[in-house]
């Protein structure tokens, strides 16, 4: 692993190391020149004028590092864009979830005001095209050809992008009790009951997995503050 292998969040290489006789690698078979200039896949790395990423041919062949991948930023409250912080009545005027396709953690979107049937549909047929990280904004995923339709939707409907995979699950997800609530607070996975916490922060019921509330030091168990009862599909793109 440690001779020929190149791993990445976003890729895996394997890669003969070019030296003759090696007793791990086999012979090369391509031309030794070819090969030479051969380099290993770049890694992201964000314009110095910020909003987007440096192009493949920019950056092959130049040491890179992970420092920039998308998911693993600490976004600032100044770059959430949202105009607004996020609440459980904000969550309940969209009443629609999206789950990253990295973490699997399920985000809230928001909304100031309800949304109407004729925009939850346009939300939906855009859901259901696009792949979302944490991190991302509406605004990011739309294309040119799609800002005409889309761009006064998200005026209004946002996603919380200072979130990353490491990030925790949003509170407004429990507190708006729109969705399944047996859902650990900290890795987002589905709780068993019979392995299932409620630990208790400032008066409010988190569930944590078996697993995770070993990293919590208070803990209590008993009922969930927001309940479970109220429960709506999630909406998985």
């Not at 791993?7 to 090696?22: D, Q």
């Not at 992201?44 to 130049?62: I, N, Q, R």
């Not at 998200?154 to 429990?174: A, G, W």
Request: glycine content about 6%; some cysteine.
């Amino acid at each position: 692993m440690h001779h020929c292998c190149y791993s990445r969040h976003y890729f895996f290489e394997i890669r003969k190391c070019g030296v003759e006789n090696c007793e791990i690698c086999s012979p090369l078979r391509s031309d030794p020149e070819i090969f030479n200039n051969m380099h290993h896949l770049p890694d992201p790395v964000p314009k110095l004028s910020g909003g987007s990423y440096k192009t493949f041919e920019e950056l092959y062949g130049t040491e890179t590092t992970e420092e920039f991948r998308p998911s693993a930023q600490k976004q600032t409250k100044e770059s959430q864009g949202m105009g607004f912080s996020p609440s459980a009545q904000y969550a309940k005027n969209v009443g629609t979830v999206i789950q990253c396709g990295e973490c699997d953690k399920w985000r809230v979107l928001y909304s100031k005001s309800k949304l109407s049937y004729e925009e939850s549909a346009k939300l939906s047929r855009f859901l259901d095209g696009i792949q979302y990280i944490c991190g991302d904004s509406f605004d990011g995923l739309t294309s040119e050809i799609q800002q005409n339709e889309f761009s006064e939707l998200f005026l209004k409907v946002k996603v919380n992008d200072k979130l990353n995979c490491q990030s925790n699950m949003e509170t407004s997800y429990y507190s708006c009790r729109l969705f399944e609530n047996e859902i650990c607070f900290i890795c987002g996975e589905q709780c068993n009951q019979e392995d299932m916490l409620n630990l208790s922060t400032d008066n409010e019921f988190y569930y944590y997995c078996d697993e995770c509330s070993e990293k919590v030091s208070k803990k209590k168990r008993g009922k969930t503050f927001f309940g479970s009862n109220s429960r709506k599909k999630q909406r998985n793109i």
